[in-house]
């Protein structure tokens, strides 16, 4: 079992940036993918960003392209979400899940453990 814990979120002002971490801990070795997702009230969870945790491949959803950079730090079991010009609709709850699949994917269903969510909220 993977244990993911997310830590980073707050309030801040649109424009501002924020930098989302998550620790992984438990069977960490069979983990190949990470992802960050985001679920908004009212809304479906959603595609942020992804990394394959071997290869380093990325990929980000096209609503956060240029603004949402996804990293980690395998020696120490953890990923990273920086994001930059927040503005008000990102705000949500963020979750960091772990897959044991290479590819990464935009789907929750692809994921097999999930962290508990960070919340993160944008003032105008």
């Known amino acids: 079992q993977v244990q993911l814990v997310e830590s980073g979120g707050g309030l801040v002002q649109a424009g501002g940036s924020l930098r989302l971490s998550c620790a992984a801990s438990g069977r960490t070795f069979s983990i190949y993918t990470m992802g960050w997702f985001r679920q908004a009230p009212g809304k479906e969870r959603e595609f942020v960003a992804g990394?394959?945790?071997?290869?380093?491949?990325?990929r980000n959803a096209d609503s956060v392209k240029g603004r949402f950079a996804i990293s980690s730090d395998n020696a120490n079991n953890m990923a990273y979400l920086q994001i930059d010009s927040l503005k008000p609709v990102d705000t949500a709850v963020y979750y960091c899940?772990?897959?044991?699949?290479?590819?990464?994917?935009?789907?929750?269903?692809?994921?097999?453990?999930w962290g508990q969510g960070t919340q993160v909220t944008v003032s105008s």
């Open positions: 990394i394959n945790w071997t290869g380093g491949n990325t």
């Open positions: 899940a772990a897959a044991i699949r290479t590819r990464v994917g935009i789907n929750p269903h692809e994921y097999n453990c």
